[in-house]
Structures are given as C-alpha cells and as structure tokens.
C-alpha cells in the first residue's frame, strides 16, 4: 500500500483518487476549494462509476498542501497545467528524496518548469519528477465526492527528468497504472494532445460557444472536416518539432489508436469515431474562458511555438491560433505561457535541449 497525496480535487483529481483509493491506497486529497474538500472529508470516501466502478475511502481531505504530502510515497498533480508553476513553488520547501511527483499531465513542458521552478528556489529534497503524456481517464464530476470515469486509456507514456529515472517511475506506478516508458519529456510534452483537439474547435467555433453557452456536442459537432483539416495541419506543425527534436513524439491517428484503439483512413473519420464511442455526448465548454483555450493555449500551444523558434520549425497555424487566442482574452499569451524561460531552456540550442531532456542539467 502507497501512501498517495493526489493535488485536485475536480474532475480529473477525483478520478485519480477515488481509483487509487478503490486499489487499496492510502489516498489524501488536496484542494484549495474550502467547499470541495469539505464534501469529501464529510463524505470520507470518493464513489466512483462508468468504466471503474467502486469506493475508495480517504484517508485526508485537506486544504493544506504541506499536510497532503507530508510522508507520502507518491504526490499526483493533478490540476490544469497554468497552475504546475505554482504547486511547484508550493511544493518546493517539503518534498523529500524518497518521494516520487508525478504531473498527470504535464501539458507541453510541465516537468521542465517544475524542475526549473525547483532549481531557482534552491530545493534541498531531490525527488524523483516525471510526467504522463496525457490524462487517462475521461471523467466528470457528477456530485461533492462522486466521480464518472466514462472512458480509460489503454496505456499511457510516462517519462522522467532526468530520463534514467523513468523506468523506477513506471514500476512505482506498475500496481496501479499501464505505463510505458518514453524516451523522454520531449516525447511527453510533444504527444500532449488536448491543445490539438481543443483550441481549433473553440476558436473556429467561437461564435457558435458565445451564442449557444456551449449548447451543442463539441466532437461531434464542433469538430466538422474543415475544423479536422486545420487539426491535421496544427498536428502536422507539432510533428515537424518533435521531428527536430528527435523527441518521438505520437501522431494523433497513432495516439487514438495506442489509446482506443480506433483506426480509421482519415483523421476527421477518427474524432467522429472517438466522438460516438469515447466521448459520447460531449457538451461544448460554456464559454471562451474555458480551460480549452484557458490552459491549452498557454501551457499547449505557446511552449510548441516556442520549442519550433528554438529549433528552426516554422508553426504558422499554431501562431495564428495563439495570436486568435490572445485577442479573444485580451491577453498576451505569447509572453503569459510557458515560455522556454519557464522551461529553463531559453538560449539553448538543438543539441542543448535534447541533452536536457536526457540528463536534467541546465
């Protein structure tokens, strides 16, 4: 038995912790929402239903990060990914050696910020870091402490920085989880999928958001042959940089395959087919705030942008989407993101930043 502090309690960090507390974990969840843990701590369980069914009791429902992690084995991150640079400083005076952090996911660049984070601040504890290239549930909270797992991936990719420590993060995580070791956080961040999916559909769909409050099936819907064609495109951007990179990173047709299992001849194909069998009735995000644009333009789009100007990959459809984005927010999203300073790789070449993602040294 792991004991586990999971970081989140929405959607995803109910998800993470009602399963893991059903396996037989000690499990303590965190949250700054006062209200959230208030339901589970009087709850004292998490109900789990849909594709992972069961209770998973709880060990600790708090509002103190220090209390959640203090004498966990593993701490599971599990909060959008604008909010990785945070945790982190939260984080940095109280992580051991012996603990193992875990972003799940970490965006694009979620365990290069964590780790620069952690070097800025002159951490003393050394824990071992990684991130899951993607979430593994597809869930939704459908009450105070209870939780729909409406779809689970096959495996996912997890990778470590430095890349040497990947394989004790897998089987640290092998009771509960089918992870598979990936090259390295290059590979990770660069097969990140939801700013791929999400951020074509919410600006191409801005109108239609605005006007129905987001009244309308976004995969099924939203995601029509011209909406796939700009997808394939921005996915076909992201590929040119992980090609650059050497990262290895998944197509999206290859990511839905190794996920689903789902192969269809095109792309466009593939999403309705997600869309009728995964993510059944999928309601559009009310608004353009949502964290579709929100999260995945900043910690998705902006640190691929950035990646392709480190490595000479031009990204047309990506810059124009975050430009959109930007005015639509009325922020600049370019310099708000993750930008390669975050990632502690601003000035690094090619070379520089493959060797960084290898052996974690600036």
Not at 109 to 132: D, N, Q, S, W, Y
Not at 133 to 153: C, D, H, L, N, W
Not at 179 to 198: D, E, G, R
Not at 313 to 318: D, K, N, S, T, W
């Amino acid at each position: 038995m792991k004991r586990i502090a999971v970081v989140g309690a929405g959607n995803g960090g109910l998800a993470v912790a009602g399963h893991l507390a059903i396996r037989g974990n000690e499990v303590r969840v965190m949250d700054e929402d006062p209200a959230a843990i208030e339901a589970i701590a009087k709850a004292g369980e998490i109900e789990v239903a849909g594709k992972i069914e069961g209770i998973g009791k709880v060990a600790l429902a708090t509002t103190s990060l220090v209390d959640a992690v203090r004498g966990a084995n593993l701490i599971m991150i599990v909060v959008p990914a604008n909010a990785h640079g945070l945790i982190a400083e939260a984080l940095a005076a109280h992580v051991r050696n012996d603990q193992i952090i875990v972003l799940h996911p970490g965006g694009t660049g979620g365990v290069l910020e964590l780790a620069t984070t952690f070097r800025r601040l002159k951490v003393v504890g050394h824990p071992l870091i990684a991130e899951v290239e993607s979430f593994m549930y597809g869930s939704r909270k459908i009450g105070p402490a209870r939780v729909q797992i409406t779809a689970a991936k096959r495996f996912g990719r997890i990778a470590a920085l430095p890349a040497r420590d990947t394989e004790r993060a897998v089987e640290a995580l092998q009771d509960d989880y089918s992870f598979v070791a990936a090259k390295s956080v290059l590979t990770t961040s660069l097969t990140h999928m939801n700013a791929m999916l999400h951020v074509p559909g919410m600006v191409m769909n801005a109108g239609w958001v605005e006007t129905t409050k987001g009244e309308f099936d976004f995969f099924r819907n939203g995601l029509s042959p011209a909406v796939a064609r700009i997808i394939e495109g921005v996915d076909a951007e992201r590929m040119a940089v992980s090609d650059a990179l050497g990262a290895e990173a998944i197509s999206m047709v290859g990511f839905f395959k190794d996920s689903y299992q789902i192969e269809t001849p095109t792309l466009f194909e593939t999403i309705q087919t997600v869309a009728a069998t995964i993510y059944k009735a999928s309601k559009a995000p009310a608004s353009l705030t949502s964290r579709y644009l929100s999260e995945d333009v900043p910690t998705g789009l902006v640190p691929i942008a950035a990646l392709g100007e480190a490595v000479g990959v031009r990204v047309p459809l990506i810059g124009a989407l975050i430009d959109l984005t930007s005015h639509i927010h009325g922020v600049d999203h370019w310099t708000m993101g993750r930008t390669l300073a975050k990632m502690g790789l601003e000035g690094k070449s090619c070379a520089e930043i493959q060797r960084i993602a290898i052996d974690g040294h600036v």
